[in-house]
């Protein structure tokens, strides 16, 4: 554990148990069907890595690039990166995204599907769902850890690019969070 992080909320083993459930039930829910990923990086990128590993299933995988958040605290605002994106029309699409907070992320790439592609459907997949009030009303369809209000990194998850690359997920302290300040 590096000296940063107060306390480790889920170790490589727990979410690597958590994530055969999750992609037992996906890969039911989908049986005969082919499946269009969309993955928001950065955060979600080992996550997603060691989830489509699990799920056996025909499917494609699109990474969309987005980013709303600075430091700790939300901004509101969502930057879309690409000027292209996927072709999504009649397909079934799984968003996946490392952790729901606000939901304004979630919530405007929904939109924006919703309003321009015309997906066949559309579920949302997320490895953590913190316990706040959302600004933006939007849910999760699969879920893999509830978490209370904490900022946490690791896992795919940052402090200002920090952290992603930690095996398990923690608590930042008040160190790591001056540290990498900006
Ligand atoms: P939103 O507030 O639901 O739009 O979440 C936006 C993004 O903020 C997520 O995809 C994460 O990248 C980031 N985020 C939210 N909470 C945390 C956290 O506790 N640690 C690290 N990143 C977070
Ligand atoms: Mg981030």
Known sequence: MVSDIAKVLYQESTILSRLDE???QITGDYKGKELTVI???NGSFIFMADLLRRIPLPLQVDGWSVSSYHGTNTTGRINFR?????DVKGRHVLLLDDILDSGLTIHSIKERLEKEAGAASLRVCVLLRKNVER???????YVGFDIPNEFVVG???DYNERYRNLPYIGVLNE???RRYAR
């Open 22 to 24: 999750m992609a037992r």
């Open 39 to 41: 993955a928001i990086l």
């Open 82 to 86: 690409q000027t292209q994106l996927a």
């Open 135 to 141: 600004v933006r009303h939007v849910d999760a369809d």
């Open 155 to 157: 896992y795919g998850l």
């Open 175 to 177: 160190e790591g969070i």
